[in-house]
């Protein structure tokens, strides 16, 4: 039995848009944490929601995705009395400052 082009073409975009769909609690690419050099963590394409914890607190964060990250020197991506976060734009690297402390965690931020 011989299916038609057009519902060939449209199971195609069926499927491809179930894949995109299925993708879209990903953040696209790579987040490398490192502590005094040394890389702690490696993330691939990490999961967008929630708050994400690095193993030890890390002194330099790559955003290598395509969505912009906030830091936080607490482990469960909360701002402390009296501090803020760091925000991380899509492409850039930041280092940790003596006088805020350890980043412990991120979140990705709204777009």
């Known amino acids: 039995m011989r299916a038609s082009r ?3 073409a449209l199971t195609g975009f069926a499927l491809l848009g179930i894949a995109l769909t299925a993708c879209q609690d ?3 690419g790579q987040i490398v944490a490192r502590h005094n050099g040394r890389i702690v963590q490696n993330l691939t394409n990490p999961q967008v929601e929630g708050c994400h914890r690095f ?3 890390v002194t330099q ?3 290598q ?3 912009s990250l906030r830091l936080y020197t607490t482990p469960d991506c909360t701002v ?3 501090g ?3 925000f991380l734009d899509i492409g850039a690297t930041d280092q940790a400052v003596r006088a805020t402390g350890l980043w412990n965690s991120f979140s990705f931020a709204p777009e």
């Open 26 to 28: 990903q953040a696209s």
């Open 55 to 57: 193993p030890e607190g």
């Open 61 to 63: 964060v790559t955003n």
């Open 80 to 82: 402390p009395a009296g």
């Open 65 to 67: 995705t395509q969505s």
């Open 6 to 8: 057009s519902l060939a």
């Open 84 to 86: 803020s976060y760091v």
